[in-house]
Antibody, heavy 117, light 108 residues
Framework: EVQLLESGGGLEQPGGSLRLSCAAS????????MDWVRQAPGKGLEWVSA???????YYADSVKGRFTISRDNSKNTLYLHMSSLRADDTALYFC???????????WGQGTLVTVSS | SFVLTQPPSVSVAPGKTASITCGGN??????VHWYQQKPGQAPKLVMY???DRPAGIPERLSGSNSGNTATLTISTVEAGDEADYYC???????????FGGGTKLTVL
């Protein structure tokens, strides 16, 4: 069974940094692209970032230059390093398994990031 | 970047058919994926490549995509279908995934 478990969320001040992690199990992590998707309170889904099997990275315009996605295939873990945080980064952050471009077939339960002074 | 437009809400009586649209410039030339999200839960993939159902998704759900509109159709709607539904495409011009704004399906 595929499992994705996010962690690392919390309360951070504007301008601060956080690192999110997503521990994966139940599939061959190294052979799949992975993504981060966020959802602000009461709002819709917003794609944040993706990383291919070989480490090519992609970012939404809203986070480019501030967020960095990475993966450690030896630890089956996906990361999102978030810096220069802003109030509008407040959201529930999901990691998702990217099924070779045919959509995100597995999701974690999310980790909440709150940016506030 | 690519924009996907969904109606904010759709209402349907139990047993009837609900159609949720996803509009975008020539969206029919790309593949559309659909997600269902119930309150307090993570999204769930319910349709991929326009009209393919993942394992466990009932045949009551179907999809189509042509021209400027993709559609998720739910026939014989049940109370358990009440949820938010999102469409998604890969925008190859920007190398971005794009989600529609979401549609809240209410079962009357």
């Amino acid at each position: 069974e595929v499992q994705l478990l996010e962690s690392g969320g919390g309360l951070e001040q504007p301008g601060g940094s956080l690192r999110l992690s997503c521990a994966a199990s139940g599939f061959t992590f190294s052979t799949y692209a992975m993504d981060w998707v966020r959802q602000a309170p009461g709002k819709g889904l917003e794609w944040v970032s993706a990383i291919s099997r070989v480490g090519k990275t992609y970012y939404a315009d809203s986070v480019k230059g501030r967020f960095t996605i990475s993966r450690d295939n030896s630890k089956n873990t996906l990361y999102l390093h978030m810096s220069s945080l802003r109030a509008d980064d407040t959201a529930l952050y999901f990691c998702a398994k990217d099924e070779y471009g045919s959509g995100f077939d597995s999701w974690g339960q999310g980790t909440l990031v709150t940016v506030s002074s | 970047s690519f924009v996907l437009t969904q109606p904010p809400s759709v209402s349907v009586a139990p047993g009837k058919t609900a159609s949720i649209t996803c509009g975008g410039n020539n969206v029919g030339s790309t593949s559309v994926h659909w997600y269902q999200q119930k309150p307090g839960q993570a999204p769930k993939l319910v349709m991929y490549y326009d009209s393919d159902r993942p394992a466990g998704i009932p045949e009551r759900l179907s999809g189509s995509n042509s021209g400027n509109t993709a559609t998720l159709t739910i026939s014989t709607v049940e109370a358990g279908d009440e949820a938010d539904y999102y469409c998604q495409v890969w925008d190859s011009s920007s190398d971005h995934w794009v989600f529609g704004g979401g549609t809240k399906l209410t079962v009357l």
